[in-house]
């Protein structure tokens, strides 16, 4: 074969395994990691390029909380929503063109109700245009090793363009705890209260799993079902994302079965390479995870097989490759068994939030109002005032701290059937 037909075959393997179809394989995607180390505790597939949905939305809050450390926008600023907003489709507030939203609102219906048009009103004031904001969501992705992530929209509404991969949103959701811990608690929010509506957060492992205190959930005909969670136990955190299952229901018991490997890993020391080593050697195009029959049109528009219906279970457990020991094993069941009956009889770190003030004296008399209101239930927990800024002025803001979760539930409910504001957060 002479120099210039091996130069024209190498170019055209080349392009195929740049551009090429190939028979995409992976059944699901999955990532543990250890938050404090950055490790790899356990993975599947976890640079496989994947239709991340709503998940895009920890970019989109990342980098909103970026600007308001920045000075850029305050938590109190007023957000006029557009047109292009209030088209969004569902899941979204049902915001209308000229309505007003603070941001802390906006963020708040992202994180708990992952509200469409609420993401889009963040990225029109970020950015001036969604289109633009989306062009600055993928530079940040680069700047952060997120290598498989680009970005076309600031909601994960279906689009070719829009990828990322478990490992992407592992480094992610990483650097928002790592980089923005004073804001983390608004995706551990289990519901949220606006216009006399309360909304209950749609990340169900928030409920499911006891350790669980944050992050997001996805679903596109073409992902899947996705999901992030993070964990802390004994002082130690673990992030998860599984991408890919075919039920709500089969995202969370498996992340808790994902969450419950790594803690159990993570204790026996079963550490692998830092997440950000973990290197793309696979260059399929993302898999389209439901079939028309279950996702009618818009299933045909993203290009499934329709014969891609069946599918088998996800079922975690270790590799061979890095399965512990069974002594190291029972040492660790022991550990958690521990650890979980501990957990079962401690106090939870939940709070609410009453307002925020120009005075503190205003403050003082909000706590003392929502003390009579509470009556006796007023004996739980522990009444502060925190001092904020706001457009470089400070602020007090008035909360109860240090309730459990059924004590901090009963105190929003009695000061709303009150008509006193109330937003319930963990601690």
């Given at each position: ?101 603070n941001v802390e609102q906006a963020i708040m219906a992202v994180t708990t109700r992952s509200a469409n048009d609420a993401a889009v009103v963040l990225a029109e004031r970020l950015g001036g245009s969604e289109s633009y904001f989306a062009s ?292």
């Open positions: 074969m002479n120099i210039a037909v091996k130069t024209k075959l190498n170019l055209l393997i080349l392009t195929f395994l740049l551009f090429g179809t190939f028979p995409v394989s992976a059944r699901y995607a999955a990532i543990v990691i250890d938050a404090d180390s950055g490790r790899v505790v356990h993975e599947v597939e976890a640079t496989h390029r994947w239709y991340p949905a709503s998940l895009t939305k920890v970019m989109t809050i990342y980098m909103t909380f970026a600007a308001i450390e920045a000075g850029r926008l305050s938590l109190r600023d007023t957000l006029t929503v557009s047109g292009h907003a209030a088209r969004q489709p569902t899941s979204k507030l049902g915001l209308l063109k000229g309505q007003t939203i600055m969501m993928t530079q940040q992705a680069q700047s952060m090793g997120m290598y498989n992530s680009s970005f076309q929209n600031a909601s994960g509404l279906p689009d070719e363009g829009q990828i990322s991969s478990a490992r992407d949103l592992a480094l992610l959701s990483a650097a928002l705890i790592r980089d923005f811990p004073q804001y983390y608690r608004y995706f551990g929010a289990t519901e949220f209260a606006y216009k006399g509506r309360v909304m209950p957060n749609t990340n169900k492992i928030l409920k499911t799993y006891p350790d669980a205190d944050g992050l997001k959930t996805g679903f596109t005909c073409g992902s899947g079902y996705n999901l992030i969670a993070s964990a802390k136990r004994g002082g130690h955190r673990l992030i998860g994302v599984l991408l890919g299952a075919h039920s709500s229901a089969e995202r969370f018991n498996q992340m808790a079965n994902l969450l419950d490997l790594g803690f159990e890993k993570s204790q026996a020391g079963a550490l692998g390479l830092p997440v950000s080593q973990l290197h793309d050697t696979n260059y399929e195009r993302p898999p389209f995870q439901l079939s028309t029959n279950r996702c009618a049109g818009s299933a045909e528009h993203m290009g499934a097989d329709s014969g891609s219906g069946s599918h088998e279970a996800i079922h975690i457990k270790p590799n061979k490759s890095t399965r512990i020991s069974e002594s190291q094993v029972t040492k660790t069941t022991n550990k958690t068994a521990a650890k979980s009956l501990k957990r079962t009889t401690a106090r939870d770190s939940w709070a609410i939030m009453l307002g925020d003030h120009a005075r503190k004296t205003d403050a003082d008399i909000s706590l003392k109002q929502a003390r009579f209101a509470l009556g006796p239930a007023a004996k739980n927990g522990q009444p502060q005032i925190v001092q904020i800024k706001y457009k470089s002025k400070p602020r007090w803001r008035s909360e109860w701290i240090n309730l459990d979760q059924a004590e901090a539930r009963n105190f929003c409910k009695k000061l709303r059937n009150k008509g006193r504001d109330c937003t319930l957060l963990p601690g």
